[in-house]
């Protein structure tokens, strides 16, 4: 099954990146914007297909690799087909 | 005293760091990062500067999983030495041999200029060359050089002297202006600035000279 990993800084880490998209929104005229968060996407096409199990295996994906857990948090999300 | 330097691909600065032990009168083994084991009698391992992997995913993340950090890992708990540089000191955050984690320069820009450190402790071989409180140019060329960890492991490692080096002036917003940390047992060092960038006279500076001696210094019988 299939398994979307959504990696972000954790909240109190600085995010130069997002900062730096948010003065450019600012200047092409949107207004408003408080704040810019960014993160990575990675989708997992998993041989396991009970859900239970894929998560288990992407968790582990997770803190051993796809995410750097003192700075970056994450989330699972199982995908349809 | 035989240093072992990694090749990782991508690695762009492990010839000179193999030239800067040899200068300094190590033995100088190259390792390639598919290999599974240490040279025998590997007394430090070098870990380069450099892009390695492509930077992919995060600098040094993928190094620090590849097949020869089981090894270096291995050597380190054994209470070997060990020196990351630049991406070397990212693949050791990585690998978490050292706290903290480094993330994009606050300037958003790649940074490749000499500038100035303070000497923070003198209490480690790769430091002992110096003088407490010496300033030295060193060059530094990173994007993700913005060291950062939570308060309480900055002012641990503040508080147990085992920040090595800080910044004169901070140019990539790293938290307490370090510039390279300590392990608790002080043989692990991992510092963005390259010293071995500063080895001579025509290199603009010679001050990276001291931290290879220093290293080298400890491994003299008596």
Same mark, same amino acid.
């Given at each position: 099954?299939?398994m ?13 990146q ?8 600012g ?27 894929a998560?288990?295996q ?21 995908l349809?087909? | ?6 090749t ?20 100088? =083994?190259? =390792? ?15 870990l ?16 620090a999983?590849?097949?020869i ?8 708990k054994a ?22 984690a ?5 300037g ?15 209490d ?16 530094i ?29 901070n ?15 002080r043989? =692990? ?13 025509a290199?603009g ?6 931290l ?11």
């Amino acid at each position: 099954m299939k398994m979307r990993v959504i990696v972000t800084l954790k909240p109190g880490v600085l995010d130069p990146q997002g900062e730096a998209v948010r003065h450019a929104l600012g200047s092409l005229g949107f207004e408003g914007v408080n704040k810019v968060r960014q993160g990575k996407l990675i989708e997992l096409d998993l041989a396991e297909t009970d859900p239970a199990r894929a998560e288990e295996q992407a968790r582990a994906m997770c803190e051993k690799l796809l995410a750097n857990t003192v700075i970056e948090s994450y989330a699972l999300e199982p995908l349809e087909g | 005293m035989k240093a072992a330097i990694i090749t990782f691909p991508g690695s762009n600065c492990d010839r000179d760091l193999a030239v800067a032990f040899e200068q300094a009168g190590a033995k100088v =083994v190259r =390792v390639w990062h598919k290999d599974t084991v240490l040279p025998a009698g590997t007394d430090v391992v070098g870990l380069p500067g450099g892009f390695s992997y492509g930077d992919y995913l995060r600098c040094g993340a993928i190094a620090a999983r590849s097949p020869i950090g089981t090894a270096i890992a291995a050597h380190a708990k054994a209470g070997g030495y060990v020196l990351g540089i630049c991406n070397g000191f990212q693949v050791l955050l990585e690998m978490g041999l050292l706290p903290g984690a480094l993330l994009r320069n606050a300037g958003l820009k790649f940074l490749c200029k000499p500038v100035t450190l303070n000497v923070a402790t003198t209490d480690s071989a790769f430091t002992s060359g110096y003088a407490q409180g010496a300033q030295i140019r060193i060059p530094i060329a990173h994007h993700d050089g913005n060291f950062t960890a939570d308060a309480e492991t900055v002012a641990r490692l503040q508080g147990e002297g085992r920040v090595a080096f800080t910044y004169a002036e901070n140019p990539n917003g790293s938290d307490g202006d370090i510039a390279g940390i300590l392990s608790e047992n002080r043989r =692990v060092l991992g510092m963005m600035p390259h010293p071995e960038r500063a080895m001579e006279a025509a290199h603009g500076s010679a001050d990276g000279r001291a931290l290879f001696a220093g290293l080298i210094g400890a491994f003299v019988p008596g």
